[in-house]
């Protein structure tokens, strides 16, 4: 009798994990419930898995494609903050201080 519990559970889970997502998906592609064929839904969690494939893939080569090491990138955003504050110090000198921007997606806030 608790085999046919799990089994019952386990199968209602998985159809409410995979209704969700076809609705996310659906919502994504701007499309009604429904309008997402079931061929193209499983392109997507086709395209999604190879996509998973290769970041671990990319992951187990140690992440290096060009050579260029994630502490190698890490240093030359550190001199890029040191350089600029050799600019801010010659701005103090005489010249008007340009404001500082921030960008958060495609909008800058200056």
């Not at 419930?33 to 290769?54: F, H, K, M, N, P």
Request: glycine share 16%; with cysteine; charged share 20%.
């Amino acid at each position: 009798m608790g085999l046919k519990k799990a089994m019952g559970i386990l199968m209602v889970s998985t159809q409410a994990v995979i209704g969700a997502d076809y609705y996310f998906q659906t919502r994504d592609a701007g499309l009604g419930w429904g309008d997402l064929s079931a061929t193209d839904y499983g392109t997507i969690v086709q395209e999604r898995l190879a996509r998973a494939r290769a970041a671990r893939e990319h992951a187990g080569r140690g992440g290096q494609d060009d050579g260029q090491s994630v502490w190698s990138e890490a240093a030359s955003y550190g001199s890029s903050l040191l350089g600029g504050g050799e600019q801010v110090a010659q701005a103090d000198a005489g010249e008007a201080v340009q404001p500082v921007c921030i960008r958060r997606g495609n909008a800058a806030d200056c």
